[in-house]
């Protein structure tokens, strides 16, 4: 486990507008989700943070077997076991499961079937492997009920409280958890494995758990955010992602809009040099007040540029007047120049707790 080594905080010039919905507020299970390449991970970890930072014990989740937790927070490959990766402020800490579809499936089987004692040989001949083959939603099934043990673990805890009574031994519970969850091309079939199984089964124990996981991931203790980038297509598969959760019936929370821009111009000089027009006098005595004298080549190279940053930020405000259109919030997180290191992971947090997240 590590600490930041780099504590400064996002530079903010004004006071930030509080856009963490109250429903996410509630909640104690966050999937996120989005279109590969937009970030996913590295906000699915920086949303535990935030979460953590008042406090809490939040456990990070993953699904997908990257080991992009033991990246983004700079510890070995984690185990298929909860491990502590990070402490947050005011006493928090952030915890992190890296699912093993594998022994996930194992487990399940030990649980419905009682074959646990089969599993090295099922293991050993690959039939695991080859399950998956010929009933490929199984592994969404298992994800799933996986998830649903850790929020009925740590439900069970707080009755448990409730009554005046300590916790199991050797159980761990959480105040929030985090799953880094499969892409929005994949979000369909992983959030609506175990009602399309409760279809299937009818009936008996694995009925039961089907529609005990389908009940959770549709209550109010669970909300799914859509990390996005303001280009056309990521924010495409956002829009259809959104249509495909709320038929779901599985609440959405937030947008979690990754590399943001900074707007250094006015609404009217973008405009403007969106169209090409630049006021080249007015810059070249503006570069003179402060001693500037730019050759006239790269005078023209810094002209092109504005024009290339104007055309890129107005075809970005587009794509965010498509994600306002969707009525969710919309929690913009900067672009980092140096990357993503243990470091801004802390800032990312930082910036999304100033804008309501705890």
């Not at 970890?45 to 937790?69: D, K, M, N, P, T």
Request: one cysteine or more.
């Amino acid at each position: 486990m590590r600490t930041s080594q780099r504590t400064e905080a996002v530079a903010v010039s004004e006071p930030v507008p509080q856009l963490w919905p109250s429903r996410a507020a509630r909640a104690k299970l966050h999937f996120v989700s989005g279109k590969g390449g937009v970030g996913k991970s590295t906000l699915s970890a920086a949303l535990a943070l935030a979460l953590a930072s008042a406090g809490r014990r939040v456990l990070l989740v993953e699904v997908e077997g990257r080991q992009s937790i033991a990246h983004l927070f700079d510890v070995p490959p984690l185990p298929y076991a909860e491990t502590k990766v990070a402490s947050a402020a005011n006493g928090g800490e952030v915890w992190a499961l890296a699912i093993d579809v594998e022994s996930a499936i194992l487990e399940y089987f030990e649980m419905f079937y009682n074959l646990g004692f089969a599993a090295k040989a099922m293991r050993a001949v690959g039939a695991v492997d080859f399950i998956t083959t010929v009933a490929p939603g199984l592994d969404d099934v298992v994800l799933t009920g996986k998830i649903y043990e850790i929020v009925t673990r740590t439900q069970n805890a707080v009755k448990r409280s409730a009554l005046g009574k300590p916790p199991k031994s050797g159980t761990a519970c959480y105040d929030a958890i985090v799953v880094d969850a499969p892409p929005t091309g994949r979000v369909n079939s992983f959030l609506g494995a175990a009602a399309a199984l409760k279809e299937i089964a009818k009936g008996g124990p694995v009925y039961r758990h089907a529609e005990n996981v389908a009940a959770v991931l549709r209550s109010a203790d669970t909300v799914v955010h859509l990390a996005t980038i303001l280009e056309a297509l990521p924010v495409q598969e956002t829009v259809e992602a959104v249509g495909v959760i709320k038929k779901l019936g599985v609440d959405l929370g937030a947008t979690l809009v990754n590399r943001s821009p900074q707007q250094y111009l006015t609404q009217d000089q973008l405009d403007a040099a969106a169209r090409g027009t630049v006021d080249a006098g007015s810059l070249r005595k503006g570069f003179a007040a402060i001693g500037l004298d730019l050759a006239d080549e790269d005078f023209a190279g810094l002209i092109t540029e504005t024009i290339d940053h104007a055309v890129t930020q107005a075809r970005q405000q587009e794509q965010a007047a498509v994600l306002a259109g969707l009525e969710l919030p919309q929690l913009p997180l900067p672009m980092l120049p140096e990357g993503v290191d243990l470091g801004a992971l802390y800032e990312l947090a930082e910036r999304l707790t100033q804008m309501g997240v705890r």
